[in-house]
Nanobody, 122 residues
Framework: QEHLVESGGGLVQAGGSLRLSCAAS????????MGWFLQAPGKERELVAA????????DYSNSVKGRFTISRDNAKNTVYLQMNNLKPEDTAVYYC???????????????WGKGTRVTVDP
């Protein structure tokens, strides 16, 4: 069973950057596709970025392409989300999740973290 813990959220001004991390507990981490999702107040959870188990494939929502980068270090059981040029509309709770299907689908992810809050001031 994977245990996922996100970190790196916080308050940032528009145009700034944050780097989120998600640490996994299991040595089988590389088996999983990993995704970052966001959930804004009153809205459904949506995919931000995803990465294949060996890091060879990635996927991004249109709203973050060119601004966010997902990466992973399987030796450290950690997936990252580098967020640049942040906008107020990026404000949300960000969750990482582990799954076994590609393309990634929030409805069938196996494990979820508890989330980290990102707030972008105008």
């Amino acid at each position: 069973q994977e245990h996922l813990v996100e970190s790196g959220g916080g308050l940032v001004q528009a145009g700034g950057s944050l780097r989120l991390s998600c640490a996994a507990s299991e040595h089988t981490f590389s088996r999983y596709v990993m995704g970052w999702f966001l959930q804004a107040p009153g809205k459904e959870r949506e995919l931000v970025a995803a990465i294949f188990g060996d890091g060879t494939m990635t996927d991004y929502s249109n709203s973050v392409k060119g601004r966010f980068t997902i990466s992973r270090d399987n030796a450290k059981n950690t997936v990252y989300l580098q967020m640049n040029n942040l906008k107020p509309e990026d404000t949300a709770v960000y969750y990482c999740a582990a799954g076994t299907r590609w393309p990634i689908d929030s409805r069938v992810m196996n494990y979820w973290g508890k989330g980290t809050r990102v707030t972008v001031d105008p």
